[in-house]
């Protein structure tokens, strides 16, 4: 486990922030590219979140760190019950601070993800809550919160499935993990 976390120093403190939505619609067409069906597990949700555990570490499983809090976002279609049981099934698999929200119209993303996922990860970067961000996301739009929070001294470390990987977001991150291989594909 301790290859996902390369630079960390004594006492480093870790915040994740996954962009859900946008990781389990990449990791659905790869599987629909292997011709594997989508079915639904206890750690994927098509169009909504895929997880492994071995992403999950415990405050105690990581050494030299703590990870004081997961945050996910996505989106779904549904009503506020709906809604209520994604963020339910994703503090099942430990993330502390879910965002669901409501899919509206036709529209595959929601882009309340992305700015909610900046919107947080840019403030407990400038209150200094982190020394280390761990971003799990893909998109190119994502360099320039990379490159904010980075000139507020922390690292950022992105994990993402490399072939939705945006070469630039890759380069701007201090460190990268292709999460492909965890996730099974």
Same mark, same amino acid.
């Given at each position: ?60 499983? =990581? ?58 990860? =840019? ?63």
């Amino acid at each position: 486990m301790t290859e996902l976390y390369p630079f960390i120093t004594e006492a480093a403190r870790a915040m994740m922030f996954v962009d859900g939505e946008n990781l389990a619609m990449r990791y659905g067409a790869m599987l629909k590219e292997a011709g594997k069906p989508l079915v639904a597990t206890p750690w994927y949700r098509p169009d909504v979140m895929v997880w492994a555990q071995a992403l999950s570490p415990d405050a105690n499983s =990581l050494p030299g760190t703590r990870i004081l809090r997961k945050h996910c976002y996505t989106s779904a279609a549904g009503d506020d019950v709906a809604l209520a049981e994604i963020a339910d099934w994703l503090k099942e698999r430990r993330f502390e601070a879910p965002r669901v929200f409501k899919k509206e119209g036709t529209s595959k993303r929601s882009k309340q993800v992305d700015i909610s996922l900046c919107t947080d990860m =840019l403030l407990h970067g400038f209150r200094r809550h982190y020394d280390i961000a761990v971003l799990v996301a893909g998109d190119g739009d994502y360099v320039p919160l990379v490159r904010a929070v980075k000139s507020e001294g922390a690292r950022v470390h992105v994990w993402f499935v490399m072939n939705g990987l945006s070469p630039k977001l890759r380069r701007e991150a201090d460190y990268f993990v292709d999460i492909g291989p965890i996730l099974g594909i």
